[in-house]
């Protein structure tokens, strides 16, 4: 439970910097593709970033009260397979089509792997998220039933 805690609150800083420092985050965290699809639209990056941390600290006070909530819990954990496969989609995708990208990006042990291995691994997200997606679904289907 702490762990689960610790990634969120983890999460919800990084959404702090980008709301903060968007240049800075753009900079950093994206892929050079990502940062010309925005083309210096700041402000959208800005406004996703507060989205990021005003959810995950609504996480965290979820996570504080649960004693309270407990009533919440059907419909969070379908919204955390969610975001999940989102997040391995996101990332998978961007490595399947820029794995140059993520190699230029990279510290030097990575920097060295050859171009079909990130695109594997870019491979192997894309599995992982419609096993998250599937989850999602199965959750959501049986909180209906």
């Given at each position: 439970?702490?762990?689960?805690?610790?990634?969120?609150?983890?999460?919800?800083?990084?959404?702090?910097?980008?709301?903060?420092?968007?240049?800075?985050?753009?900079?950093?965290?994206?892929?050079?593709?990502?940062?010309?699809?925005?083309?210096?639209?700041?402000?959208?990056?800005?406004?996703?970033?507060?989205?990021?941390?005003?959810?995950?600290?609504?996480a965290v006070?979820?996570?504080?009260?649960?004693?309270?909530?407990?009533?919440?819990?059907?419909?969070?954990?379908?919204?955390?397979?969610?975001?999940?496969?989102?997040?391995?989609?996101?990332?998978?995708?961007?490595?399947?089509?820029?794995?140059?990208?993520?190699?230029?990006r990279a510290?030097?042990?990575?920097?060295?792997?050859?171009?079909?291995a990130v695109?594997?691994?870019?491979?192997?997200?894309?599995?992982?998220?419609?096993?998250?997606?599937?989850?999602?679904?199965?959750?959501?289907?049986?909180?209906?039933?």
């Amino acid at each position: 439970m702490v762990v689960i805690l610790l990634i969120v609150a983890l999460v919800g800083c990084l959404g702090l910097v980008a709301a903060l420092w968007p240049g800075t985050f753009t900079r950093y965290f994206l892929a050079q593709a990502q940062r010309r699809a925005l083309a210096g639209n700041f402000k959208a990056v800005s406004f996703t970033g507060w989205i990021i941390f005003s959810v995950c600290m609504i996480a965290v006070l979820a996570f504080a009260l649960q004693r309270h909530l407990h009533y919440l819990v059907p419909f969070v954990a379908p919204l955390l397979f969610l975001v999940c496969a989102v997040v391995y989609l996101w990332w998978g995708l961007g490595l399947l089509r820029h794995p140059a990208s993520f190699l230029r990006r990279a510290t030097k042990p990575w920097s060295r792997a050859p171009v079909w291995a990130v695109r594997v691994f870019g491979a192997l997200l894309l599995l992982g998220a419609v096993a998250l997606f599937y989850g999602f679904a199965a959750k959501v289907v049986a909180m209906l039933r």
